[in-house]
C-alpha cells in the first residue's frame, strides 16, 4: 500500500535511498520533493498526447497507449540511471496524486526485487503539507530581523553567525535574488512553488526553541512572494540594526554588485523604472558614472539618492522592537568579523 505521510518533517526524513519523481520534466522543474530525481514515466509530449487521448478519444484507448509508452521509459531508465543499483536499494517513486504512473513504475521495480513503494497522494501530498506549513499555520519560530540601511553587508553577516553557531534563514539565497532593483542574479529565480520548497525545508530543520536571524525584506524578493505566514512573523519580529558609515557602504557595494554597476547598457535598462521616481537628469548621471569606470561613486549616489530615502520613508511607520544596534566603520573581513561577534552579542 502506498506510504502516508501526515507532516512535512515525516516527509523529508523518509529514509528511502532515492525519491523518483516519475512526472514529466516540465512538471519536475516547476518543483519537487527536495533530493528527487527525475525519471519520467511519461516524458512531455508523451503526457500531452496521452491527455489529449483520454478527453477526446477514449478513456481506455488513452490508458493502454500510454502503458506501453510508461514500460518502455522504464525499460530505458533501468538500463540507464538504474543500471548500477544492487538489490538492496530502496527507491519511493510519486506521481502527481499516487495513482497510476508512480503505481506501474513501482509494480516493475518490486518484480526486480527492489523495496519500491509510493507516496500516498503523490506530489499533491507533499504540496499540501508545504502550504499547510506557510499558508495556514502560524510559524513557531522566534524570528530576528537584521535591518539596515541597503550596503551594510547584512546578506554576508548571514553565513557568519551561522558559523557562530546562530539559526538563519537566507531568504535572498532561497529566492536567486538581492532583493533589490539591481538584485538580479545569473541563472534567474526558482519558480514560486521551488521557493516556497526551499524556505519550507529549510524551516523544518530548524529549532523553534532558538532564535532564527533573518534579513529583514519587504514581502517581494525579486519576483517572488513570502507565504503570508512568514511575512507576519517578519512584521512581528525584533530587530538588530547595522549602522556602517556611507564610505564603507559605497565601498562594499561597489564591489558586491560590480557584475551590475559595471554594465552601464545593462545598469541603464534595470535603473529605466527609475526615472519616473528620481528624474532623468540623476538616472542619467549614475549610468555616466558607471561608463566612467567610477563604480564607489555609482554606489553612493545610489544608496544616498535612492535607496536610503527609500528606506526612511519605509520605516517611518515601523513600531518593532529594538534589540539594538551594531556599528562598525568597514565591512572588510575584520569587520564583518567584529559584526557578526556583536550580534550574537545581542542575541
Given amino acids: 500500500m502506498p506510504l502516508k505521510f501526515d507532516s512535512l518533517a515525516a516527509l523529508l526524513t523518509h529514509g528511502f535511498d532515492t525519491v523518483i519523481d516519475v512526472r514529466s520534466p516540465a512538471e519536475f522543474a516547476e518543483d519537487h520533493v527536495p533530493g528527487a530525481i527525475n525519471l519520467p514515466a511519461l516524458d512531455n509530449a508523451q503526457r500531452a498526447e496521452v491527455g489529449t487521448m483520454y478527453k477526446q478519444v477514449s478513456p481506455f484507448g488513452a490508458r493502454k497507449i500510454g502503458a506501453g509508452m510508461v514500460v518502455r521509459n522504464v525499460a530505458d531508465h533501468l538500463d540507464g540511471p538504474l543500471a548500477g543499483k544492487d538489490g538492496s536499494w530502496r527507491p519511493l517513486v510519486y506521481c502527481w496524486r499516487g495513482g497510476q504512473r508512480s503505481g506501474v513504475f513501482r509494480t516493475l521495480l518490486s518484480e526486480i526485487g527492489w523495496r519500491a513503494e509510493t507516496v500516498k497522494g503523490g506530489y499533491q501530498t507533499y504540496r499540501r503539507l508545504v502550504a499547510r506549513m506557510l499558508y495556514d499555520d502560524p510559524l513557531p519560530y522566534r524570528l530576528v530581523l537584521l535591518d539596515g540601511n541597503t550596503g551594510t553587508a547584512k546578506t554576508a553577516l548571514l553565513p557568519l553567525l551561522q558559523a557562530r553557531g546562530m539559526q538563519m534563514l537566507d531568504l535572498e539565497g532561497l529566492a536567486c535574488h538581492r532583493g533589490s532593483l539591481l538584485g538580479a542574479m545569473p541563472g534567474g529565480q526558482p519558480t514560486q512553488k521551488g521557493f516556497e520548497t526551499g524556505l519550507a525545508q529549510a524551516l523544518v530543520a530548524l529549532d523553534p526553541a532558538r532564535p532564527v536571524v533573518v534579513e529583514a525584506e519587504s514581502s517581494k524578493i525579486g519576483r517572488i512572494t513570502l507565504p503570508p505566514a512568514l511575512w507576519q512573523a517578519m512584521l512581528a519580529a525584533p530587530r538588530i540594526v547595522m549602522e556602517v558609515p ?102
Fill in 246 to 347: 556611507l564610505n564603507a557602504r559605497a565601498t562594499y557595494l561597489a564591489e558586491a554588485y560590480h557584475d551590475v554597476i559595471a554594465d552601464a547598457d545593462g545598469l541603464a535598462e534595470r535603473l529605466a523604472p527609475l526615472r519616473r521616481v528620481r528624474g532623468h537628469a540623476v538616472v542619467d548621471r549614475w549610468i555616466a558614472l558607471s561608463r566612467a569606470g567610477d563604480l564607489r561613486a555609482l554606489a553612493a549616489a545610489l544608496v544616498t539618492e535612492h535607496y536610503d530615502p527609500a528606506y526612511a520613508k519605509s520605516r517611518r511607520i515601523d513600531t518593532r522592537e529594538m534589540l539594538g544596534t551594531v556599528a562598525v566603520d568597514r565591512l572588510d573581513a575584520d569587520g564583518l568579523a567584529r559584526a557578526a561577534d556583536a550580534v550574537v552579542g545581542l542575541l
